[in-house]
């Protein structure tokens, strides 16, 4: 049994095969709740490579099971470990199951996945669904257009897991905006336990140790980001190919531009960008950096590709924003960046090599460049709540904690030392 003066605890769950959008949700989360209650301890299960390069809260740890990474082809294969997909798969399902029964949370809440990759969370959610701890399947904005979306779930069997298992959906957007699971057939028992939080707009942190800042932030300039970077190649391209343009003739240029690859960028793809770069004397560029907030706090404008978490960054840090989404595999990205830019909130840019409808232009991307620093910012259009998420989810929250977990306004500090430091992991 656990002991009742350890307080409560909360496990997330996030399948990670890819970038760093569904690890960046779940850690802004624990640190949300953990910032909100004493006496509770938040446990992140992940498969992401790079956990360990991030910073956590005291009370925020994790569990890295084996990673896996999604093929061309749909298909899964082991990140790492000569093994077959179906071991990986086997072992990841071991370790979830078995961390759950032990460390026994609360609030269970899985990321995106209903019953996870490939249903590896589905005994582990039968499990806790019989001990009585609240299970919450948290959502992103957008998934997928209507029709996918509903043909995936179908495949995957997720309506009745959200009839059966789950107590409670947490949609992280806003109705008015966009509704992810309208075009899904779903009964009223279901679409009854779905609450609409609002961005997951993160705070600003004070400024890390040892932050390492390049010499172009010391005047206005632009931040280039393409989160994981696993396919950020295109947009990279195409603005690179804008400040070469622009060195080439006379006229305005764009502000100093400061690109960050991503850790999962091609790296014979990412020498190549550093190269050009380097012939560039308003470029600078970085592979990874876990502190990007810094960056986006100084920047005039941000240029990017419209995933989840950036989106939510741009309505934090208040910044005029430039997003080229990609179209492919998921039309999630080119729906939000749609659906923002109807609202006023960003400047959206389509990539025409998307769809197969031309090649970029450098010269589309140079004006662009030129307009994003006196474009509105999100503040001038936003609605009220927009940005409330991480208040709001950890509001949600305090129904499935236990009475002694003290409920708290602000930052948090424990009974016996200062709690709101930050724990460094090193990959």
């Not at 949370?105 to 669904?129: H, M």
């Amino acid at each position: 049994m656990q002991d009742k003066k350890s307080g409560s605890r909360v496990l997330i769950y996030s399948h990670d095969t890819f970038g760093l959008g569904h690890l960046r949700r779940c850690r802004a989360i624990a640190h949300a709740l953990v910032e909100n209650y004493s006496k509770l301890s938040v446990l992140i299960l992940s498969g992401s490579p790079i956990i360990g390069s991030f910073d956590f809260r005291a009370r925020v740890d994790f569990v890295r099971v084996p990673g896996v990474i999604k093929l061309r082809n749909g298909e899964y294969t082991s990140l790492n470990l000569h093994l077959d997909i179906s071991e990986t798969l086997a072992l990841r399902q071991s370790i979830i199951r078995h961390t759950a029964d032990i460390f026994t949370p609360d609030l269970f809440i899985v990321d995106k996945e209903p019953l996870g990759l490939r249903g590896e969370v589905a005994s582990t959610l039968k499990l806790l669904k019989s001990r009585g701890t609240r299970l919450v399947l948290g959502l992103r904005d957008i998934l997928d257009d209507p029709e996918s979306l509903a043909v995936e779930w179908r495949r995957k069997k997720a309506a009745p897991a959200l009839r059966n298992l789950y107590d409670e959906i947490w949609i992280y957007g806003m109705r008015d905006i966009y509704a992810p699971l309208d075009g899904v057939a779903l009964p009223a028992s279901v679409t009854d336990k779905i609450t609409y939080t609002g961005y997951l707009c993160p705070r600003m942190p004070a400024a890390p140790p040892a932050m390492v800042m390049p010499e172009l932030t010391r005047q206005p300039y632009l931040l280039v980001t393409t989160g994981g970077g696993g396919d950020g190649e295109a947009l990279i391209d195409w603005v690179l190919s804008a400040y070469e343009l622009s060195a080439r003739r006379k006229g305005p240029a764009p502000l100093p531009a400061l690109i960050v690859l991503g850790p999962f960028m091609n790296p014979d793809a990412q020498t190549a960008f550093m190269q050009r770069a380097a012939r560039l004397p308003s470029v600078s560029v970085l592979t990874f950096d876990s502190h990007i907030e810094q960056f986006e706090a100084g920047a005039a404008g941000i240029v990017a590709m419209g995933g989840y978490n950036t989106f939510c960054e741009i309505l934090a840090r208040d910044k005029p924003a430039l997003i080229v989404p990609r179209a492919t595999p998921r039309l999630e990205q080119t729906i939000r960046a749609g659906r923002a830019s109807d609202l006023g909130l960003i400047t959206m840019l389509h990539d025409p090599s998307e769809t197969g409808s031309g090649s970029r232009d450098p010269a589309l991307m140079l004006q662009a460049l030129l307009d994003l620093p006196a474009r509105a910012r999100p503040s001038e259009v936003a609605s009220a709540g927009m940005r409330d998420g991480l208040a709001k989810v950890a509001d949600i929250a305090g129904a499935a904690l236990k009475p002694e977990t003290r409920r708290t306004k602000g930052r948090v500090r424990d009974d016996k030392k200062g709690d709101n430091q930050v724990m460094r992991r090193h990959a």
